[in-house]
């Protein structure tokens, strides 16, 4: 359990740790995810560091150009 802080100092913390989580939250939600399903359809999340992660974003985002009708 978190201990409550009291006075000045920890409402000023409070307000920090809300701006660092608000940051962290607007960082990852701009990154491109990609999700790979296997046969069974159990999805997973390819991190960015993994081998394979730019060859799948690249096809990722012409499909996505294909559909929305921008490349022939």
Do not use: C, F, H, N
């Not at 913390?13 to 940051?23: D, H, P, Q, S, Y």
């Not at 491109?32 to 159990?42: A, H």
């Amino acid at each position: 359990m978190k201990e409550k802080r009291k006075g000045p100092i920890g409402r000023a913390a409070g307000i920090a740790e809300g701006v660092a989580a608000t940051v962290r939250r607007m960082q990852r939600d701009r990154e491109p995810r990609v999700l790979m399903y296997d046969s069974t359809g159990y999805a997973r999340l390819l991190q960015p560091d993994a081998r394979g992660y730019e060859t799948a974003l690249d096809v990722s985002e012409s499909m996505v150009r294909v559909v929305d009708g921008l490349e022939p």
